[in-house]
């Protein structure tokens, strides 16, 4: 089965994709820093100019609402959300801004996403002269750029927010450096690769917020958010039933969302994504499977196909 275009350059160089759809929302006024960290899972206080996170709006059940990546600036709070999130927490927040200092501006379409990800990313940037941002969800200007430390493939990456007006010059910049550019199919099979989840994919508001298995969006030391008391008590009881992991299935075919898996005949698993990976040759997925049955190494089996829990 041959490899989408952009995939190898994304396993082993640099390919970039345009990810211009997503949305963006600035919050502005001297309570946007309060207002958020009430409202999310992370610590959103201690963030300073430069720096960021990964976060979840919850519902009062302690459901995910969506997830937001979060990039603090000295004048405002940006976050990227998946494009069909942005009029969900757009609503969310608005409907909390009460007598707060706080207002909320859509960037969708005057704001240009474009990521360049990879082994090479990082080089191919610094040969451009750009700043490298150091950390997780840091983020420094280049001139008219924003560049976050961020990832949509799991590879090591770096998102590029720019004007909707300059984005054709900046990708053209990016081609002529030798960057391949990628395609969404690409990037979503090396995502299943690295184990990394989507919104609206992976993660939605059937699941609990434990159940994604994604720790760096959850902080336990901050104190009062919307669906806190949910995340404490399955903290606190450890009632995690299910959880979010990586699968391998010797199969060129990959299984539907929603296919169940089954272990002596009992479903103990249910396929959120899979694709066919060409560089481990079987298909890869992410799947919530039966908490007690999700240690690495096990064995479960789709149809006549079986899978195992990755290491």
């Known amino acids: 089965m041959p490899a989408p275009s952009g995939y190898e350059a994304l396993r082993n160089g640099a390919a970039w994709l345009d990810l211009s759809t997503r949305g963006k929302i600035s919050m502005l006024g001297d309570d946007r820093v309060r207002l958020l960290h009430a409202m999310t899972t992370n610590h959103i206080q201690q963030l300073t100019p430069g720096t960021g996170c990964y976060a979840y ?7 995910i609402l969506a997830d937001v990546n979060v990039f603090c600036r000295p ?11 942005r009029e969900k927490i757009l609503k969310h927040l608005d409907q909390f801004i009460i007598a707060d200092d706080v207002t909320l501006e859509d960037d969708t379409e005057s704001l240009a996403t474009i990521a360049i990800e990879g082994p090479q990313a990082e080089a191919t940037l610094r040969g451009l002269g750009a700043p490298i941002p150091a950390t997780a969800y840091a983020n420094e200007e280049w001139g008219d750029v924003l560049i976050a430390r961020l990832s949509y493939s799991g590879s090591d990456g770096f998102w590029l927010f720019v004007s909707a007006a300059a984005k054709a010059v900046l990708t053209a910049k990016l081609t002529a450096a030798g960057v391949e550019p990628g395609t969404l199919e690409a990037f979503e099979i090396v995502r299943l690769e690295h184990r990394k989840p989507r919104y609206g994919a ?9 159940e994604a298995n994604q720790s760096h969006a959850l902080n336990f030391s901050k104190g009062c958010y919307l669906g806190q008391e949910i995340v404490e008590r399955v903290r606190s009881r450890g009632q995690v039933h299910r959880l979010l992991v990586s699968l391998e299935l010797d199969a060129v075919q990959a299984p539907e969302p929603g296919t169940k898996l089954q272990e002596n005949g009992a479903n103990v698993a249910e396929i959120t994504s899979a694709a066919y990976s060409p560089a481990l040759g079987k298909v890869v997925a992410l799947a919530y499977v039966r908490a007690d049955r999700s240690a690495p190494g096990t064995e479960l089996k789709t149809g006549d196909s079986a899978a195992r829990v990755r290491d």
Do not use: W, Y
């Not at 709006?57 to 459901?63: D, E, S, V, Y």
């Not at 004048?75 to 494009?83: A, I, M, V």
């Open 57 to 63: 709006f919850l519902n009062a059940q302690g459901r």
């Open 202 to 210: 992976d993660l939605s508001e059937r699941f609990l917020a434990q």
């Open 75 to 85: 004048d405002r709070l940006l976050l990227d959300t998946e494009p069909e999130t």
